[in-house]
Nanobody
Framework: QVQLVESGGGLVQAGGSLRLSCAAS????????VGWFRQAPVKERELVAA????????FYADSVKGRFTISRDNAKNTVYLHMNSLKPEDTGVYYC??????????????????WGQGTQVTVSS
């Protein structure tokens, strides 16, 4: 069973950048699909970006495509979300989540078994 801890959130100006980190503990983490979800007030939890660590496939929501990049450092057992050109609508709590042996990236949060506690991102204009 893996445990996930997010960090890197904060308050930034529109147009700025942040790098979120998701540190994982546990074995065989390279076999997990990992996703970043965003929970905004009164909105549904949304998959923002995801990657199949075993298959090297990625997904980005249309709203962040071209601005966000998901990456990983296997030696550190960490996945990152690089967030550029931030907009106020990017504001929310960002969670990392993982599911074992994900070949096709699932879009819904119910498919993911392991969750971090979230990190707050606030973008001001």
């Amino acid at each position: 069973q893996v445990q996930l801890v997010e960090s890197g959130g904060g308050l930034v100006q529109a147009g700025g950048s942040l790098r979120l980190s998701c540190a994982a503990s546990g074995r065989n983490f390279s076999m997990y699909t990992v996703g970043w979800f965003r929970q905004a007030p009164v909105k549904e939890r949304e998959l923002v970006a995801a990657a199949t660590w075993s298959g090297s496939s990625t997904f980005y929501a249309d709203s962040v495509k071209g601005r966000f990049t998901i990456s990983r450092d296997n030696a550190k057992n960490t996945v990152y979300l690089h967030m550029n050109s931030l907009k106020p609508e990017d504001t929310g709590v960002y969670y990392c989540a993982a599911v074992f042996l994900g070949i096709v990236i699932p879009p819904g949060p119910s498919a993911y078994d392991h969750w971090g506690q979230g990190t707050q991102v606030t973008v001001s204009s």
